[in-house]
């Protein structure tokens, strides 16, 4: 039907048929909706006017009911079409009234479409592929991958020293951060980042690799009772969990594994711009305030200042 072909199972004397009774129906229906738009009118008495109409609208009704069991006969005669795209209950969005706004029945008929030929152009060339004899097998690449020494990630492992120095370095770089690292279990280093009167971020570090970070507020208690950092629980204000929720997006965006000192410092910097975490407006709505909450989010490149809303 979407390619404009019907399919054998279409009954297409009664399918036509079926056009024509919809034809009728319609002009059925026009005709009573114009005699209740007429009302009693075009007759001389009160009585006649009223017994003209009630007999003119029980003519029409009976019209339309005429037209709706011949409709609903050729109905069952047509036969349903094959189902060339089973969508399943996606079908009912061909029933949406705003189709010309929103039309995601015939995108997915089309996506559906693609999808199926894709899969086919596929299954040829990989028939075309396996037919090619390759000059390796699986077996002597395996036994020359045995042969050759694998590469141990030197950038993995750096001495505590070198890390203590890069550290060192970015905490030199901005005066408004204080940075404290500490080793409590063992060579993983741990910061606690205090930036001005503001924040204060929990690092966990794995040699110079950054695994979680944790975003607090400047008077909240980063420590467990039993005086260690607290790397589990979270900030009991909403601004600042948003905030770890970028600082987290931000790790994923910051990655350089041939050069970590330098995903670091990044890092770092863009976390500096949140020392007007409450001064600085949105760029985009130039409001401070969103929702109760202040811009969060900082642009990776420019770490200007946005709503969670307003950066998309």
């Not at 009728?24 to 007429?38: G, N």
């Not at 589990?232 to 050069?259: G, R």
Request: with cysteine.
């Amino acid at each position: 039907m979407a390619d404009g072909v019907l399919s054998p199972g279409v009954n297409l004397e009664a399918f036509s048929q079926a056009i024509a009774a919809i034809q009728a129906l319609r002009s059925s229906v026009t005709r009573a909706f114009d005699c209740l738009k007429d009302g009693m009118r075009h007759r001389e008495t009160l009585e006649g006017r009223e017994k003209g109409f009630v007999s003119a609208f029980q003519d029409s009704l009976h019209s339309v009911s005429r037209d709706l069991g011949e409709l609903e006969r050729l109905s069952n005669l047509v036969g349903k079409p094959s189902e060339n795209h089973p969508l399943h209950n996606s079908g009912l969005l061909s029933l949406d009234p705003v189709q010309d706004k929103t039309p995601l029945y015939s995108q997915l008929l089309q996506a559906y479409k693609w999808s199926n030929k894709l899969q086919y152009h596929a299954g040829l060339a990989s028939g075309l592929l396996n037919q090619q004899s390759l000059k390796r097998s699986a077996n002597q690449m395996g036994v020359s991958a045995k042969r050759r020494p694998k590469a141990q990630p030197t950038t993995l492992v750096l001495p505590p020293q070198y890390v203590d120095d890069v550290i060192n370095r970015i905490d030199r770089m901005f005066p408004e951060m204080s940075i404290q690292l500490s080793r409590p279990n063992g060579t993983s280093a741990m910061l606690l980042v205090t930036l001005g009167k503001v924040l204060k971020v929990i690092v966990v570090m794995r040699s110079l690799f950054i695994d979680r970070t944790i975003v607090k507020g400047y008077n909240e208690n980063v420590y467990t009772e039993d005086g260690k950092l607290d790397i589990w629980s979270k900030s009991n204000y909403q601004v600042f969990q948003k905030v770890t929720d970028h600082a987290t997006t931000a790790l994923l965006h910051y990655q350089l594994p041939q050069m970590p000192d330098v995903v670091v410092r990044s890092f770092m910097t863009w976390l500096r711009s949140y020392i007007k975490l409450f001064q600085a407006p949105c760029q985009r709505c130039g409001k401070f305030l969103q929702d109760g909450l202040p811009p969060t989010w900082r642009d990776f490149r420019t770490l200007e200042a946005f709503h969670d809303t307003c950066r998309q």
